[in-house]
């Protein structure tokens, strides 16, 4: 990254504004705060309804593969334990 973009992006940043002190009051950093947080949601791009809806697929059959998973290797520690413990059933006194 060249000194002149470095520059440029720290000008456009503070947006013609001077640096302020480090020692700020409280109220002057929760300010700071909520300007940068807007700053941010400005920025923030919606997907589109045809975006959504493929993300929503692609986590539904994300979700349903691992649930897949975790049910054959539940079923498969089962098995083995049941195999190498026996099934202890009733037990007469």
Known sequence: MSEEQVT???ASSSKGRPAKKS???????IALFVR??????????????K???NYT?????FVAIMMLVVTILDLAFGTGIKWV???TGTTNH
């Not at 940068?36 to 309804?49: D, M």
Request: aromatic share 6%; proline share 3%.
């Open 36 to 49: 940068q947080v807007i700053g941010e949601l400005k920025k923030v791009v919606a997907p589109t309804r």
């Open 57 to 61: 697929v692609v986590v539904l059959v």
């Open 8 to 10: 440029e992006t720290a």
């Open 85 to 87: 413990f026996g099934t």
């Open 23 to 29: 020692d700020s009051g409280l109220f002057a950093r």
């Open 51 to 53: 975006e959504l809806v």
